[in-house]
């Protein structure tokens, strides 16, 4: 029998994981013991994420949940600081004094940040950013600090300005360069970037040298060469990285003339049982800065090991997509024409604040090829133009369509070729994303993917960055259609038919219960997708409360307790401010409240102050506070009208033409509480200065000399769009009218989650609202105004009616059982197709009943966000390998967890324990934690 050979790890972040998540798949360790050996406390994270720490905290970034991999025969050693190599004895050194023996090594070891020599580095408030823990001091010494100063305005620099901004302090970004992010955007780019940052409040330097971080124990400024001093009191250096090589350079492995491990094509170094991988490794001398060539090199790595016909790493596509301080930017390609017979193609809105260029090259046929680009302001087309680069596609006469606002001739589509690379974080072709979704696919349940979804879990297209997600789901779509094969438009497993088809059959018969709607429309007990459809749909029919009878178990995770639901299982309390406008003693009561139950504040960009951090069961003694002051519910957790934002128009603003803020009162006071498929959002402006941003909305006004101009389907998302003009020189009964016309429209025709941009092109654009709403072509004007009177005659406020109603209280409870006792409560007290929290031995267990009276006990907390909220999820089925399955929905990222096992139906990596549970003289009492097997 061969002896089985030791691979030892060094280094467990994005790249090394990645390592081994293709080893274990592709059968390394049938002969090979894995050894992975990471200095951080804690498992590989999205580093790449690192700012959303603050709003998701380190579990919601971890890339191993449970902390162990599957299979036996890799183990993970965290805290494990590698000392030393021994090439000649295979064996490597701990801070401990262990030695461990390898076969083979992979040095995954990263990069670490670079902090200029100026004087004052070392000061008390001065941080790099890096890892979790950075930002744990980061967060901490924020407490206590009011400006802070980040060095550098690369990516990272960016990212941590983004943090900074988050904690509250105010921002300066000081970067030596003339503009920021210098490598990967031009200048004109960089100042549009500049433009978006400093809206937001923070302060860009560039071209600014940092000669001293000054104070004498901590920071009290920083000094800039030929520049006043900046009054700071913590500063974050974000200036570059640095190969981490140290153990390399140690080892006398051949070292890059710019730092990193010398490594060949195939991520060799000098010494042949050496490997490096990721930001470490200097291939061709090079460092590589981002994931995705680290992630090319840890699979050259395992082909190399595994013997086979080992692929090599000759170069990576450098480009990037990321939104900083909410900016989409994005870069690809030749962006700096460097190519001697490059042309430019440019497009620019200052006022949108939009910058696109296209580098491009005249073929000897005539036509252009794309060698790469920019994209500031709007980078939506960034999924489809990047494959172009190096495709061989030969570009329309005119290029700049293809950077064109569509409502300027441009979006027009170019088919890829099938080795066009997709997806350049995990090296995917169009033929790769093709070859998952055919007939003779073979997959681990034995057949082809039948979704985008599908494709993404077995090719890893769109896992990454998530850039190329729209891409792949329309190349999926559209091999389904030259195939000849229906696209199933289904909304979930339990009803086949659209959204749309579901209003009308429930407006139709008058249903007003999910259990007539589902038996005579569908089938099995529905699940998360269509209970909450339904419940939408019931809300914008009936203008009943959502929490009335057995519809509360319906409702998404935020309408359910009429709060929006935060990463750490707390909620946001947000009052309704009509267009802004609050006088003295309701701000006072606000404030009252955020500080009686310590609650974090936050005054949004909708005009609103959002409180933050309010337990489940304190939310009822909020509200009335509130209430009794004269406030209502601002429905910033449900799908439906959320603020009408508003500049100060002719009553205070020299320049305004009509009264914006009297508009925008009355129009959320009309449109709040509608229901609706996505959330809504509209503005009003009091001259064409726009201060509003009124063509950001959903619906947006602006004031002219003659009245008011109406613009719809405006949003943001996955693909921002500005409104477009609907009518002009309306009067207020003509805006009126037209309003409540397109948003019923909108609220009876839109599919599932469908935003107002996206809902309008699917039904024939701008021309097609307008022949319905201002034309009335269809007749239906008259229908749609009655609706909307109902709901306006029909509305009230929720958490008023909540709190006035003992029944809907009661729901508002942290644990269903004295504590720590078994018997939780009666098994009436739990509703059907819902679950409760109880505290037993210490722990929280959420405690479910199914529609059959089936009870199920599991862990209420997440694992992966580790908040207690399973119990406040939709239960639900679904179908698999022909068997139904119940599940409950995690509120938190939407995970399905099997109700009998804990085991999770979209990653087997992810379970929850599970308990005993029974019924003993109609109390439910919860018994032993179970063992899980297998």
Same mark, same amino acid.
């Given at each position: ?54 709003? !998701? ?75 979790? @823990? ?60 500049? !433009? ?22 901590? #920071?009290?400024?920083? %000094? ?54 990721? @930001? ?101 087309? $960034? ?71 599908? #494709? ?62 589902? =038996? ?40 359910? $307790? ?51 951090? %309010? ?16 406030? =209502?519910?601002?429905?910033? $957790? ?25 508009? %925008? ?18 503005? #009003?402006?009091?001259?064409? !200065? ?51 016309? $397109? ?39 008259? =229908? ?28 508002? /409870? ?28 210490? @722990?929280?267990?959420?405690?479910? !009943? ?32 022909? =068997? ?32 005993? #549970?029974? /019924?003993?003289?109609?109390? /439910? ?10």
């Amino acid at each position: 029998m061969n002896q089985r050979r030791q691979l030892v790890v060094v280094g467990h972040g994005m790249v090394g994981h990645r390592f081994v998540q293709a080893a274990i798949e592709r059968g390394l360790t049938e002969t090979h013991d894995i050894t992975i050996l990471g200095e951080e406390p804690r498992p590989a994270y999205d580093r790449v994420a690192l700012t959303s720490f603050f709003e !998701r905290g380190g579990e919601a970034l971890s890339l191993l949940p449970g902390g162990a991999y599957d299979d036996p025969r890799v183990r993970l050693r965290l805290g494990a600081e590698v000392v030393a190599i021994s090439p000649r004895q295979r064996v490597i050194t701990l801070a401990g004094g262990d030695d461990l023996h390898y076969d083979e090594l992979v040095l995954a070891t990263g990069a670490v940040p670079f902090v200029p020599p100026v004087p004052g580095k070392d000061l008390k408030n001065v941080f790099v950013y890096r890892t979790i @823990e950075d930002l744990e001091a980061i967060r901490a010494a924020s407490r206590k600090a009011k400006v802070g100063a980040v060095i550098g305005g690369g990516l990272l620099g960016l990212e941590a300005a983004n943090a900074l901004h988050q904690l509250g302090l105010e921002t300066h970004v000081v970067e030596l360069a003339p503009r920021l992010m210098a490598v990967q955007i031009d200048d004109a780019a960089g100042s549009t970037l500049n !433009r978006h940052i400093e809206t937001l409040g923070l302060t860009v330097h560039t071209g600014a040298l940092t000669e001293a971080v000054l104070g004498k124990d901590r #920071v009290t400024g920083l %000094a800039l060469k030929d520049r006043n001093p900046i009054d700071v009191d913590l500063v974050v250096f974000s200036a570059g990285i640095r190969p981490r090589d140290a153990l390399g350079r140690a080892a006398d492995l051949a070292i890059a003339e710019r730092g990193g491990i010398l490594v060949d094509e195939h991520c060799r170094t000098s010494d042949e049982h050496i490997w490096a991988i990721g @930001e470490c490794a200097a291939p061709g001398g090079r460092m590589y800065g981002l994931v995705a060539p680290g992630y090319a090199m840890a699979e050259v790595v395992v082909d190399a090991l595994l013997g086979g016909a080992a692929g090599s790493f000759t170069g990576a596509d450098m480009s990037t997509k990321l939104k900083l301080l909410g900016v989409d930017v994005a870069s690809f390609g030749d962006a700096f024409a460097t190519d001697e017979d490059a042309l430019e193609v440019v497009y620019a809105d200052a006022v949108a604040g939009v910058y696109k260029k296209l580098v491009v090259k005249e073929l000897t046929s005539g036509g252009y090829e794309l060698l790469g680009g920019i994209l500031v302001g709007d980078a939506s087309s $960034y999924g489809v133009l990047r494959p172009l680069v190096g495709s061989g596609i030969e570009l329309p006469d005119n290029p700049e369509e293809l950077i064109l606002p569509a409502a300027r001739g441009g979006g027009l589509e170019l088919g890829l070729p099938d080795d066009a690379q997709v997806c350049s974080c995990n090296n995917v072709t169009k033929a790769e994303i093709v070859a998952a979704v055919s007939d003779d696919a073979t997959l681990n349940d034995g057949g082809p993917c039948t979704d985008a979804g599908c #494709v993404t879990a077995c090719t890893k297209a769109g896992s990454t960055c998530g850039s190329c997600k729209s891409v792949v789901k329309k190349i999926v779509e559209d091999h389904f259609a030259a195939s000849g094969k229906v696209i199933d438009r289904s909304l979930c497993e339990h009803f086949a038919m659209t959204r749309q088809e579901l209003f009308e059959v429930v407006a139709v018969h008058g249903y007003n219960r999910f259990d007539d709607i589902v =038996e005579g429309h569908g089938r099995g007990r529905g699940c998360d997708i269509c209970k909450p459809a339904v419940a939408s749909i019931l809300a914008s029919l009936l203008n009943h409360h959502v929490l009335d009878g057995a519809n509360a178990t319906l409702q998404d995770t935020n309408d359910a $307790y009429l709060a929006n639901l935060q990463r750490n299982g707390t909620y946001s309390v947000v009052p309704r401010i009509p267009g802004g406008e609050i006088t003295p003693d309701r701000l006072i009561v606000i404030g009252e409240v955020a500080r009686d139950y310590g609650l974090y504040t936050k005054i949004t960009g909708g005009q609103r102050i959002d409180l933050f951090g %309010a337990r489940k069961d304190d939310l009822p003694a909020i509200w009335k506070r509130l209430v009794d002051a004269g406030m =209502e519910s601002g429905h910033a $957790y449900g799908k439906s009208l959320r603020t009408v934002k508003s500049c100060v128009g002719s009553t205070w603003c020299r320049y305004g033409v009509q009264d914006s803020v009297a508009l %925008a009162i009355e129009l959320e006071l009309r449109y709040r509480g509608l229901r609706s498929p996505h959330k809504i959002k509209g503005g #009003v402006s009091g001259c064409a !200065r726009e201060c509003a941003e009124a063509r950001g909305k959903d619906f947006g006004v602006i004031a002219t000399e003659k009245g008011w101009n109406l613009y719809v389907g405006g949003n943001g998302g996955a693909v921002p769009a500005h409104a477009q003009l609907l009518a002009g020189d309306l009067s207020r009964e003509e805006l009126i009218r037209y309003l409540d016309r $397109y948003l019923m429209y909108y609220v009876r025709t839109a599919d599932r989650l469908q935003r107002t941009a996206s809902w309008m092109d699917e039904i024939g654009g701008l021309e097609r609202v307008r022949e319905v709403v201002v034309d009335d072509r269809l007749g239906l004007g008259d =229908e749609l105004e009655a609706a909307m009177a109902r709901h306006v005659d029909s509305y009230f406020d929720e958490w008023q009616a909540t709190i006035d109603d003992p029944v809907k209280l009661a729901r508002f /409870v942290s644990f269903v059982n004295a504590p720590d006792q078994p018997e939780i409560c009666r098994i009436d007290q739990i509703a059907r197709e819902s679950g409760v929290s109880a505290l037993i031995d210490g @722990e929280a267990v959420a405690v479910f !009943r199914t529609n059959d009276d089936e009870l199920f006990a599991l862990s209420d907390v997440d694992p992966r966000g580790g908040a207690a909220v399973l119990s406040r999820g939709i239960v639900g089925t679904r179908t698999v390998a022909g =068997e139904e399955v119940p599940f409950v929905a995690s509120p938190l990222f939407k995970h399905h967890f099997d109700l009998r096992t804990g085991v999770c139906l979209d990653d087997m990596s992810l379970a929850v324990p599970t308990y005993d #549970v029974g /019924v003993v003289d109609g109390v /439910v009492v919860v018994g032993a934690r179970r063992e899980r097997i297998g």
